[in-house]
């Protein structure tokens, strides 16, 4: 097991690390596929081999360029050593199953959608909505109630913000939308609910921190990322959402039974 788990970190070391170089190419402009190689943004220096190792580069580097001593950015490091640490966390709960390969697909669109988000305030479609097409295509695994609840999850993913946008006129933009379907057909419909539920409170209480410090002014129509948020609530569920619901179940089983849907593969 322990063995497995290394894998799975070295795996998502390796996963973040890519992710991280197609959310900045695209939201620079630059193509991510065919051959164009990594270079250092300062000085065009062509990276090596041993320059692009996920955690271990940029440490043993110390951040700095080989070639020219520019400052390579913390968030390669930071993003890889998430992305590891997700990837434990999810093969750990999940082990080899399906539910893993779902959960690890979903882990991806969190984290890629999350840095175009981020960075440019953008959320590009095809990285919102390509998790729920695969995620759908992986519970074909589970049986029909299996890609019926996915197609629920999408559903009220994107339903809650088509909502919020149509009743406040624009006041948020479709790219959380098209980000809450995609997942949500990933998570299912408990799921995503309550990954609803806990990202909006996240990051509210961020804003609410972020007015008492002064870094925001009440009444100021500041747009903010909302992408990572909702993230953190979608891998809180991944990873704890069985045991969440339990709770709950085993609490309010004889009060409401019947709002509990069952759904696949948890
Ligand atoms: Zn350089």
New binding site residues.
């Given amino acids: 097991m322990t063995a497995w788990l290394i894998i799975a970190g070295i795996f998502g070391a390796c996963m973040g690390s890519f992710l991280n170089v197609v959310a900045h190419r695209s939201v620079i402009g630059r193509s991510w596929w065919g051959n164009e190689r990594s270079?250092?943004?300062?000085?065009?220096?062509v990276l090596g081999f041993f320059e692009l190792i996920p955690v271990l580069s940029w440490l043993i580097l110390r951040g700095k360029?080989?070639?020219?001593?520019?400052k390579i950015s913390i968030r390669y490091l930071i993003i890889e050593i998430i992305c590891a640490a997700i990837a434990v966390m999810i093969f750990y709960k999940y082990k080899i199953s399906w539910a893993c390969l779902l959960m690890f697909v979903g882990a991806c669109g969190l984290v890629i959608n999350s840095l175009t988000d981020f960075e440019s305030g953008d959320v590009f479609d095809i990285f919102a909505i390509s998790p729920g097409v695969i995620g759908l295509l992986i519970r074909l695994a589970g049986g029909w109630p299996a890609v019926l609840d996915g197609i629920e999850g999408a559903a009220v993913g994107w339903g809650f913000f088509a909502l919020i946008i149509l009743i406040s006129r624009g006041g948020m933009g479709w790219g959380d939308a098209s980000f809450m379907g995609g997942i949500g057909a990933v998570l299912g419909f408990k799921f995503t609910l309550a990954s609803l539920y806990i990202g909006i409170m996240i990051g509210g209480a961020f804003v609410i921190f972020l007015m008492l410090i002064g870094k925001v002014k009440w009444g100021r129509h500041d747009t903010m990322p909302l992408v990572p948020f909702l993230a953190i609530g979608c891998l809180v569920m991944m990873i704890f959402g069985t045991g969440i619901f339990a709770k709950l179940e085993e609490r309010f089983l004889y009060i409401a039974p019947e709002i509990f849907l069952t759904s696949w593969p948890f």
């Fill in positions: 270079v250092c943004e300062a000085c065009g220096h360029c080989k070639n020219c001593g520019a």
